[in-house]
C-alpha cells in the first residue's frame, strides 16, 4: 500500500507536469503566429494580436514569457514578467528545453524554452508559469488519497483476516475426522476443506484406502497360512497320540511328512518375505533395478533346474505402484513359472494405457477348464510339485488391490502357462 500511495503520488505530480507543460507549449505556438518581423532590419519586431490569456499583462500574475532575438540581442518580455528574471539561453531552431526553476519570491516555476526561426529571423521563447497553486492542490489531493490508502489497507487486513479465520474453522474439521479416526468412528476424511489444502486431504484419503485393502490382503495371508497349517498340526497330533499306542513306525512316517509340509510353508513365506526385502511404506517399483535382482534371487532358489530367467522393459516404461506389493506380485508369479518351467521363462513389460506383464513359461501349462481354479485359495493342479496353491491367490488379490485384471492363457512362444497382469495408471477412490 505504501507503494501504491507513493507510484499514485508520482503519477499525479508528473501528469499535472505533463499538462502545464504541455499548455505553456500552446502559448508558445500563439507567440509565434503573433510576432512580426519588419522587411527593414533596423526596427524592432513586434506581437500583433494574440490570444493569450490576459494574466500574461498582468504583473506577478503567475504567468510569463521572454523573446530572445538572436541578431539584435534584445528581448520582448510579457508585462508580468517586468520584474521577473527567466533564464532563456539562445536555442536553434527546433530545440526544446523543460525546466523547473525559482521565482523572485520564491515560488516554482516550470520553464518551456524552444528555438524557432521565422521570416528568415532566429529566436528563442521562454514561457513559464507559476505552479504553487496546482502543488497545494496536489498536496491536498495525496493527503486524501493517503487517507483511502489506509482505508483500503484497513478493509483488506479485515477480509484477510475473516477468510484466513473461516479457513482455519474449516481445518478443525479435519482434526475432529482425525480424531474419528484414531477411534474407529470414521473411515476417511472431509473434502469439506479450502481448496489449497484439498490435494493433500485427497491424497491422505487414497493412502488410507490404500492401507485398508493391504490389511484385507495381510489378513487373507495370515487366514491362508493358518489354514494352511492347521491341517498338518492336528495329523501331528494325531500321529504322536497314535505313537504312544504301539503304531510308531506308521505313525513317524506321518510325524515326518505332515512336519515336512509345516516346513515348506515356512519356507515359501520365508521366500516372500526375501522377495520383498526391507524397504519403506510407500517406495515405487524400479523396474530397471529391482527386476534383475529379482530374477537372480529366484535363480538361486532353483540353482538345480538351471532356469534362464530373461526380462524385456519396453521403453519409457514405469509402474508407479508401491515396491513391496509389485515385488510380492511379481515374484510370485516368476516364482510360480520357474517352478513349472523346464529351462525358459519370460517377463516381458510394456505400456497399454496402463502397464502389462506377461509371464511366460516353457512348462507343461494348464487347459482352458484349469485357468478358472488357478486363483483359487490352496489349490494345487499337481500334488507332486512343492508348495500350498497360494500364491496365485494372493497375486490376484494385489491386482485387485490396484483394480486391476489378472488373465491366464496358453504361450504361444514358450508352449506353456501365459499369466498376463494388466495394472492402470491410478488407483480409483
Given at each position: 500500500m505504501l507503494?501504491?500511495?507513493?507510484?499514485?503520488?508520482?503519477?499525479?505530480?508528473?501528469?499535472?507536469?505533463?499538462?502545464?507543460?504541455?499548455?505553456?507549449?500552446?502559448?508558445a505556438d500563439s507567440l509565434v503566429a503573433a510576432i512580426d518581423f519588419p522587411e527593414l532590419g533596423l526596427d524592432q519586431p513586434r506581437l500583433g494580436e494574440s490570444r493569450l490569456n490576459p494574466a500574461y499583462e498582468e504583473p506577478f500574475s503567475g504567468k510569463y514569457y521572454v523573446i530572445k532575438l538572436e541578431e539584435t540581442s534584445g528581448e520582448i518580455t510579457s508585462r508580468s514578467a517586468w520584474e521577473q528574471?527567466?533564464?532563456?539561453?539562445?536555442?536553434?531552431?527546433?530545440?526544446?528545453?523543460?525546466?523547473?526553476?525559482?521565482g523572485v519570491a520564491g515560488e516554482p516555476l516550470l520553464l518551456w524554452l524552444g528555438g524557432f526561426s521565422k521570416q528568415g529571423h532566429g529566436f528563442t521563447i521562454g514561457i513559464a508559469e507559476d505552479i504553487t497553486p496546482i502543488r497545494e492542490r496536489l498536496t491536498i489531493f495525496k493527503w486524501y488519497f493517503a487517507a483511502i490508502s489506509g482505508l483500503l489497507l484497513v478493509a483488506l487486513l479485515t477480509v484477510q483476516h475473516l477468510i484466513v479465520r473461516r479457513s482455519v474453522q474449516k481445518l478443525d474439521v479435519i482434526r475432529s475426522d482425525m480424531n474419528k479416526l484414531e477411534h474407529g468412528q470414521a473411515v476417511s476424511l472431509s473434502e469439506d476443506v479450502p481448496s489449497e489444502i484439498l490435494p493433500l486431504v485427497q491424497e491422505f484419503n487414497r493412502l488410507l484406502l490404500r492401507f485398508d485393502k493391504r490389511l484385507k490382503q495381510s489378513r487373507?495371508?495370515?487366514?491362508?497360512?493358518?489354514?494352511?497349517?492347521?491341517?498338518?498340526?492336528?495329523?501331528?497330533?494325531?500321529?504322536?497320540?497314535?505313537?504312544?499306542?504301539?503304531?510308531?513306525?506308521?505313525?513317524?512316517?506321518?510325524?515326518?511328512?505332515?512336519?515336512?509340509?509345516?516346513?515348506?510353508?515356512?519356507?515359501?513365506?520365508?521366500?516372500?518375505?526375501?522377495?520383498?526385502?526391507?524397504?519403506?511404506?510407500?517406495?515405487?517399483?524400479?523396474?530397471?533395478?529391482?527386476?534383475?535382482?529379482?530374477?537372480?534371487?529366484?535363480?538361486?532358489?532353483?540353482?538345480?533346474?538351471?532356469?534362464?530367467?530373461?526380462?524385456?522393459?519396453?521403453?519409457?516404461?514405469?509402474?508407479?505402484?508401491?515396491?513391496?506389493?509389485?515385488?510380492?506380485?511379481?515374484?510370485?508369479?516368476?516364482d510360480n513359472a520357474t517352478k513349472w518351467a523346464s529351462s525358459v521363462v519370460m517377463l516381458t513389460v510394456r505400456e497399454a494405457n496402463g502397464?502389462?506383464?506377461?509371464?511366460?513359461?516353457?512348462?507343461?501349462?494348464?487347459?482352458?477348464?484349469?485357468?478358472?481354479?488357478?486363483?483359487?485359495?490352496?489349490?494345487?493342479?499337481?500334488?507332486s510339485v512343492s508348495g500350498h496353491g497360494l500364491g496365485l491367490s494372493i497375486v490376484k488379490d494385489i491386482v485387485d488391490t490396484y483394480d486391476g485384471t489378472l488373465e491366464f492363457s496358453a504361450s504361444t512362444r514358450l508352449g506353456g502357462l501365459r499369466v498376463s497382469v494388466f495394472l492402470p495408471d491410478t488407483v480409483a477412490n
Open positions: 507503494l501504491f500511495w507513493w507510484a499514485g503520488s508520482l503519477a499525479s505530480s508528473l501528469l499535472t507536469d505533463s499538462f502545464v507543460y504541455s499548455r505553456l507549449r500552446t502559448d528574471s527567466l533564464p532563456v539561453p539562445a536555442l536553434a531552431a527546433g530545440q526544446l528545453r523543460k525546466i523547473e526553476i525559482v487373507n495371508s495370515v487366514g491362508n497360512l493358518a489354514h494352511s497349517l492347521k491341517g498338518p498340526l492336528n495329523l501331528l497330533l494325531r500321529s504322536s497320540e497314535a505313537a504312544d499306542g504301539g503304531h510308531s513306525s506308521e505313525q513317524q512316517l506321518a510325524i515326518t511328512q505332515n512336519s515336512e509340509r509345516i516346513r515348506q510353508l515356512i519356507e515359501s513365506e520365508l521366500k516372500r518375505a526375501r522377495l520383498a526385502g526391507r524397504s519403506a511404506a510407500g517406495q515405487l517399483f524400479d523396474l530397471e533395478e529391482e527386476l534383475p535382482a529379482l530374477c537372480g534371487l529366484l535363480k538361486q532358489e532353483y540353482s538345480e533346474k538351471n532356469v534362464d530367467i530373461r526380462h524385456t522393459i519396453a521403453p519409457g516404461v514405469a509402474l508407479i505402484h508401491d515396491r513391496q506389493d509389485m515385488l510380492e506380485l511379481i515374484g510370485n508369479l516368476l502397464v502389462m506383464l506377461d509371464i511366460e513359461d516353457d512348462g507343461p501349462g494348464c487347459s482352458p477348464d484349469e485357468f478358472s481354479r488357478l486363483t483359487q485359495r490352496g489349490v494345487r493342479l499337481d500334488e
